[in-house]
């Protein structure tokens, strides 16, 4: 077998007709004679050593200078690592400082060469990114954003945190992209929704009527209207039991149901009370102009309030979330409305289709 390292040290000749001694590294300033033939013993010490530069295990030149290099020999590149690969296990040659970097047996480069090393995997920014998205969705849903305003900022603050981890950092970019237009979409959906609500209180006149039943109140006389041959609206009604209809004068509609025990699904928030019930909610439009729903219903339970719950994965669609697409004249819009109780024998909801209608009262106590 050849041998890969450097020629073992010893007297050589330097091509000058003389031996100079090679310590093994590089060449020393000590130089002796060539031995003349009579006087020739291969088996004396350094003359051993210089016959071994008749079988070095290098394809090699002799060099005209020999402090050109650092080596007695001017080495072919990729020749140790050939002709030492010829023994090695596979045909990988041994270390070959002319081998370039990553290799096969190259000193320093593993199996492969660099880079093969599989990039680890951004747990935290898996994380940040997942929480991102659910905190979008719900920022996009009126009256559950106050759920995103807790979401949002969380997935913004790990995001940041993953990019300085190691793995990839797709996942905690598109993280903080995400919470950021979350954050954007759920503040127009916000001001869209305030905008209607305050446009529908102020074209209902229900300042105005508290305004008068103030006055009214103070000085004990009513307060003529400027509509006085109009017929009034029906005003807050008690004491419909569940399942019962509300018309008020414009034809619009409102029913809700008797209670059903409900099973809250895993991805269910608010059930954190006795009982557990669902209601089922109908408007239905008979007037001639269109009706934009803006519903929220509160809800006592043996003078307990109840606990609204929101159940996005409810068999049959989605639960506790009210409407907010517009309700054409003649259609009708139906939804569930999930609440925890304290007594389920003892109920008593108040709602109403929008700000513009006066509120009515279902409930199963006895008057």
């Known amino acids: 077998m050849t041998d890969a390292t450097n020629p073992p040290a010893g007297w050589y000749d330097d091509g000058r007709g003389q031996r100079r001694y090679w310590d093994g590294t590089q060449w020393t300033e000590h130089t002796a004679p060539l031995a003349s033939a009579g006087a020739y013993d291969p088996g004396a010490a350094g003359n051993a050593a210089a016959d071994q530069s008749a079988t070095l295990p290098y394809e090699t030149q002799r060099s005209t200078d020999p402090y050109a290099a650092t080596t007695p020999y001017s080495i072919a590149p990729g020749a140790v690592g050939a002709g030492a690969g010829a023994g090695a296990a596979g045909g990988a040659g041994a270390a070959d400082p002319y081998a370039p970097y990553g290799a096969a047996g190259a000193p320093g480069g593993p199996a492969g060469g660099p880079g093969t090393e599989p990039r680890k995997v951004n747990v935290l920014g898996i994380v940040a990114l997942a929480l991102a998205v659910v905190g979008f969705i719900l920022a996009c849903i009126p009256f559950v954003q106050v759920v995103a305003w807790i979401v949002l900022p969380i997935a913004f603050v790990l995001s940041l945190v993953a990019l300085f981890l190691e793995g990839r950092k797709w996942p905690a970019i598109t993280g903080l992209v995400v919470s950021v237009l979350g954050g954007i979409v759920g503040a127009l959906v916000f001001a869209f929704v305030t905008v209607g609500v305050l446009g529908q209180i102020a074209d209902s006149g229900v300042i105005q009527d508290q305004i008068e039943r103030e006055l009214e ?91 609204r719950i929101f159940d996005v994965g409810a068999e049959g669609g989605q639960v506790g979330i009210p409407p907010t697409t517009a309700i054409l004249p003649g259609e009708s819009i139906t939804w569930r409305e999930a609440w925890s109780v304290a007594d389920a024998a003892s109920l008593t909801m108040q709602t109403a289709p929008s700000f513009q209608y006066e509120s009515v009262v279902f409930t199963n106590v006895a008057q």
């Open 217 to 307: 109140e103070e000085f004990g006389t009513p307060v003529p209207t400027q509509d006085e041959g109009e017929a009034p609206d029906a005003g807050t009604v008690d004491g419909l039991a569940f399942g019962d209809t509300m018309i008020w004068d414009d034809g619009v509609s409102m029913t809700v149901s008797e209670p059903e025990p409900y099973t809250p699904s895993d991805l269910s928030a608010g059930a954190d009370q006795a009982e557990d019930l669902v209601f089922t909610l109908t408007i239905t439009n008979d007037s001639t102009e269109n009706v934009q729903p803006v519903v929220l219903s509160t809800l006592s339970s043996g003078g307990t309030e109840a606990t």
